[in-house]
């Protein structure tokens, strides 16, 4: 079955960080293009961070460049999101996905506010 669970959401204060983990199972995750989405209160879906199968080619949104760092470890069969200075614009539900051309994986996502 094929599963990715996002973990390491909750409430932080304005400036502080969180880390996010997707564990990935019941596919090939080494195969397959990690991605993190987050959907804002009142907003669409928008994509955050790429990371290509070997860890590199890393892509941004502009918003989040120098703040966030997308990893992944293949060995573990999972991807992170490090966030760093967060702002209370950051408040969205962060989604994991995993993708290659004709396939995508969803996580059911996780929960950043950023309150003081």
């Known amino acids: 079955q094929v599963q990715l669970v996002e973990s390491g959401g909750g409430l932080v204060q304005p400036g502080g960080s969180l880390r996010l983990s997707c564990a990935a199972s019941g596919f090939t995750f080494s195969n397959y293009v990690m991605n993190w989405f987050r959907q804002r209160p009142g907003k669409e879906r928008e994509p955050v961070a790429s990371?290509?199968?070997?860890?590199?080619?890393?892509y941004y949104v502009d918003s989040v460049k120098g703040r966030f760092t997308i990893s992944r470890d293949n060995a573990k069969n999972s991807g992170y999101l490090q966030m760093n200075s967060l702002k209370p614009e950051d408040t969205a539900v962060y989604y994991c996905n995993a993708a290659r051309p004709g396939r995508s994986y969803w996580g059911r996502g996780t929960q950043v506010t950023v309150s003081s």
């Open positions: 990371v290509a199968v070997a860890g590199g080619n890393f």
